[in-house]
């Protein structure tokens, strides 16, 4: 592929070829992650600024810090390795070509109603399934620069299920006109693969089953319907699952009022016991905290015998908005701090995350946990967890006008308790779809 202009060849994949040979006004890149498609996307936004002299465009993504860490750095590295002259304002996040004097603007859509001012000659967007489809309609209407030889939109995406990109670009029935897809295949890069061979199959122990057909195949799925939990099954089920006396425990709280729950599990060589649940009706931080220590000191003994009598080590999980809630003028995380600091036999330690992940990449993370993509089983829940196991068999996906989210309504009861243990291993064995690697094409 050549940018004739600057007489330059781009090393391109089959698929990014198709990709960027296509001339429809709206197009697409579509594949599993380490497919080259923000290598794509870069390729297509250089060449449409050279073809664009004297115009603007835009380069977006879900958030800064995508942009920031993947987006620039694979479009200054493209332009640096074929010597294409250029000057890049980093606090403005602006670049322009020094010869075509087109001005590259990268920008986040996550609010989308800042992104009415400019006009643009082209716009691009990098994984645009995490992006709210009125980000994408917002800038549909700035691609109308009078100067532009030729208006485009273009976008790459790891497919999320049946969403509105799926709708949009791919769906047979509902693909709107003027827009294509290109679909590229599994275990394309061999560029990638020759320098990561093991980077596929790193996957499969990481992700679970469904997630690894969209994340590493680039399958369209509807992972987000029907049961939350779809990768439980009665493996994860042991009667005689029993407390390590070597290790301390983990104590995940999610602090609803009614219900308020807790698990109280062990995070051995990365595998979960979850041991035992709490489940408070009408309640609140004090009492969960009575109730806690109550069944902390059934283990306490067994862990001073084989401990040399040493305090029992607690993790406290939980949800980032806990440090915020105000209870009498302190969070629950205070409160708990305070119930235990007279509690020499307890040593307590707080795990939990600046801000929330995003509900889907915690769920994927439970149900990687309870079953990889290769079968293997690194999470065990005692039989005695009756609430946790009902919410691993009933916790459902609903769907709103924009996205899914978990059925809390049905049954109020429903949620807390896998919510509580989403916790516990958002911190322990995250997967967050939406972690990009600087420099992974």
Not at 12 to 22: H, K, R, T, W
Not at 111 to 127: F, K, Q, S, T
Request: charged residues 25%; proline residues 6%; contains cysteine.
């Amino acid at each position: 592929m050549t940018i004739r202009k600057h007489k330059i060849r781009l090393q391109v994949l089959p698929s990014q070829q198709l990709f960027l040979e296509c001339q429809s006004p709206k197009k697409g890149f579509s594949g599993p992650v380490g497919s080259g498609k923000t290598v794509a996307l870069c390729y297509q936004a250089a060449m449409s600024a050279v073809h664009n002299p004297n115009c603007d465009g835009i380069i977006g993504g879900p958030t800064y810090p995508m942009l920031r860490d993947v987006t620039v750095k694979a479009m200054l590295q493209i332009l640096e390795e074929n010597h294409i002259p250029f000057t890049y304002l980093k606090q403005e996040m602006e670049l322009t070509l020094t010869r075509s004097k087109s001005r590259i603007l990268f920008r986040s859509v996550d609010h989308y109603e800042r992104l009415r001012g400019p006009n643009l000659a082209w716009v691009g967007i990098d994984e645009l399934t995490y992006c709210p489809p009125e980000a994408w309609q917002r800038l549909e209407a700035r691609v109308r620069d009078p100067r532009a030889k030729q208006h485009q939109m273009f976008a790459v995406w790891t497919p999320k299920g049946f969403d509105w990109v799926y709708q949009r670009f791919i769906s047979p029935t509902d693909r709107l006109p003027g827009h294509e897809a290109i679909r590229a295949l599994p275990n394309e890069n061999i560029a990638m693969l020759a320098a990561r061979p093991d980077f596929y199959e790193q996957l499969r122990g990481s992700y679970d089953e469904r997630f690894y057909k969209q994340e590493a195949l680039g399958e369209y799925l509807n992972v987000f319907t029907g049961q939350v939990y779809y990768a439980y099954s009665d493996a994860n089920q042991v009667a005689d699952l029993r407390f390590a006396p070597e290790m301390g425990l983990c104590w995940a709280l999610d602090f609803n009022v009614d219900p308020m729950t807790a698990i109280i599990a062990q995070h051995i060589h990365g595998k979960i016991h979850v041991l035992e649940e709490l489940f408070l009706s009408n309640s609140n931080t004090i009492a969960m905290c009575e109730r806690f220590e109550d069944r902390a000191n059934f283990y306490l003994p067994q862990y001073q015998a084989a401990n040399g009598g040493a305090p029992l080590p607690v993790t406290v999980h939980g949800d980032a908005s806990a440090q915020a809630r105000s209870t009498s003028s302190k969070t629950d995380y205070d409160l708990i701090r305070e119930y235990f600091r007279s509690r020499g036999q307890f040593r307590l330690r707080f795990d939990y995350p600046r801000s929330n992940p995003r509900v889907k990449d915690r769920v994927n993370s439970v149900n990687a946990m309870l079953r990889n993509a290769d079968g293997c089983v690194r999470m065990y829940v005692h039989p005695v967890c009756k609430q946790l196991i009902t919410d691993f068999h009933q916790v459902a996906w609903k769907q709103t006008s924009v996205n899914f989210e978990l059925d809390k309504v049905t049954d109020k009861k429903r949620t807390h308790l896998s919510d509580a243990l989403g916790y516990l291993v958002w911190q322990v064995a995250p997967i967050n779809a939406f972690h990009r690697e600087p420099g992974l094409p």
